[in-house]
Antibody, heavy 118, light 109 residues
């Protein structure tokens, strides 16, 4: 069965960077685009960007352009999301999500809590 | 960017009752590329409905979606105990963009 397993919770200081991983199993990693979505406390889900796991090309939401970098390692079937210049408003649960049908998300990781605090 | 609003914010119902959740878009959703997700506490969202009215794999037929353009509805015909959760709508648009609504919480009356 499809599984997306994310790395553990992180605590970071303002201005630092964080890198979250998402290891996929149960399907051919390079045949599905992987997205990153975050959920801040009390806020709606927010799309951050995707990576074409086949050719490695990323696409970012304008809201995060310049601060987010999404990469992948096909040999490890793992996608990564790095967010830089962290601020307190970046405290959130970060999810990886597999794209389905070009427009939806059919499988999600368990979420990684990133806390930004001085 | 298309903004989605959902109503009501909270819906208090009893098991066996019918739930009707609304999702409204600030502009017409391209080709009705609208989905509904269910999220329970501590868990990731689960895809229920895609393309406004198609059920995802394994989703019970008590869940149905309808609507087009700017107005969409998720209906749960008879609430089961496991259906009490938060429900989000999500649209896909050009650029590309993926946006979500703020959610409707369905809780036990």
């Amino acid at each position: 069965q499809v599984q997306l397993v994310q790395s553990g919770a992180e605590v970071k200081k303002p201005g630092a960077s964080v890198k979250v991983s998402c290891k996929a199993s149960g399907y051919t990693f390079t045949t599905y685009t992987m997205h990153w979505v975050r959920q801040a406390p009390g806020q709606r889900l927010e799309w951050m960007g995707w990576i074409n796991t086949g050719n490695g090309n990323p696409k970012y939401s304008q809201n995060f352009q310049g601060r987010v970098t999404i990469t992948r390692d096909t040999s490890a079937s793992t996608a990564y999301m790095e967010l830089s210049s962290l601020r307190s408003e970046d405290t959130a649960l970060y999810y990886c999500a597999r794209e389905w049908g070009g427009k939806y998300f059919d499988n999600w990781g368990q979420g990684t809590l990133v806390t930004v605090s001085s | 960017e298309i903004v989605l609003t959902q109503s009501p914010g909270t819906l208090s119902l009893s098991p066996g009752e019918r739930a009707t959740l609304s999702c409204r878009a600030s502009q017409s959703v391209s080709n009705n590329y609208l989905a509904w997700y269910q999220q329970k506490p501590g868990l990731a969202p689960r895809l229920l409905i895609y393309a406004a009215s198609s059920r995802a794999t394994g989703i019970p037929d008590r869940f149905s979606g309808s609507g087009s353009g700017t107005d969409f509805t998720l209906t749960i015909s008879r609430l089961e105990p496991e259906d009490f959760a938060v429900y989000y709508c999500q649209q896909y648009g050009s650029s590309p963009s993926f946006t979500f609504g703020p959610g409707t919480k369905v809780d036990v009356k």
